[in-house]
């Protein structure tokens, strides 16, 4: 979903990336204003609810620095 990420930094909360956790779900989700990416993976660990949000160009840098040991579809 980073490619989804809004590039530009004056509307910083589309530049970010939503992590849910919920009922065996992690959901991530993102916009650049026009488009809407959302990804479900199945999630096993831990109990009830959790929600984050992180800089999509933060986690490009963290993706390269593991030298691609995470691909996206």
């Known amino acids: 979903v980073i490619p989804f ?3 530009e930094k004056d509307r910083p909360v589309l ?3 939503r992590f849910a956790q919920r009922e065996g779900k992690l959901t991530l989700t993102t916009s650049d204003g026009f488009r809407l990416a959302e990804l479900s993976l199945d999630f096993e660990d831990g109990d009830g609810e959790a929600q984050i949000s ?3 160009a933060y986690l490009a840098q963290v993706l390269k620095a593991f030298g691609g040991m995470v691909s996206g579809r």
Request: charged share 10%; with cysteine; net charge positive.
């Open 15 to 17: 530049a970010c990336v």
């Open 54 to 56: 992180a800089s999509g």
């Open 5 to 7: 990420a809004a590039k």
